[in-house]
């Protein structure tokens, strides 16, 4: 399958089964503890979104390795909650995956008005990435599940403004 992306040797493309179970026994410690709040299994969270109708999964990939798994899932037709997984190889690579990650959060958003998901609040560099990608973090909007808090990260679409009027006055 042709490759979606390319910046640098950062590669995008769809996700496979195969590209979730090598990626779920080698998640970042925070991916996986953040797995277990929600309740699931790396392999169930990065499987998951095959099932959701109208979600979309890509595998981001380091020269060869996968060191990502991202994408949406429709919550209507203009939200859809966005979520990303990944390994060592993320920071292992930072340089390379920051320079790519903004493309790929426009394609993820390229449907949607809004994007959103939550996060525990005790996960700072993710919470940093996350604001340096666009994402804000609503004061008041904040909840428990299985005694972490949980913060709710929203990005929406920028307006993209054509300079020139549709119509321009006749100057004689």
């Known amino acids: 399958m042709a490759e979606l992306m390319r910046v640098g040797r950062l590669s995008l493309d769809y996700s496979t089964v195969e590209d979730a179970e090598n990626l779920s026994e080698r998640l970042r410690f925070f991916d996986r503890r953040e797995c277990y709040i929600w309740g699931v299994?790396?392999?169930?969270?990065?499987?998951?979104?095959?099932?959701?109708?109208?979600?979309?999964?890509?595998t981001i990939k380091f020269d060869k390795e996968i060191i990502a798994m991202c994408g949406t899932v429709p919550i209507d037709t203009n939200r859809a909650r966005v979520w990303m997984l990944g390994s060592q190889g993320i920071n292992n690579n930072f340089r390379p995956f920051l320079k790519g990650c903004k493309k790929v959060i426009e394609l993820l958003q390229d449907d949607y008005k809004e994007l959103e998901n939550f996060i525990p609040a005790d996960?700072?560099?993710?919470?940093?990435?996350?604001?340096?990608?666009g994402f804000t973090f609503p004061q008041e909007e904040s909840y428990e599940v299985c005694g972490h808090t949980m913060l709710r990260f929203v990005r929406c679409q920028k307006q993209k403004n054509n300079v020139y009027p549709l119509v321009r006055p006749v100057m004689h």
């Open 41 to 58: 299994t790396p392999l169930e969270a990065l499987t998951e979104p095959f099932a959701d109708e109208g979600a979309i999964t890509y």
């Open 123 to 133: 996960h700072q560099d993710t919470i940093m990435w996350l604001t340096w990608c």
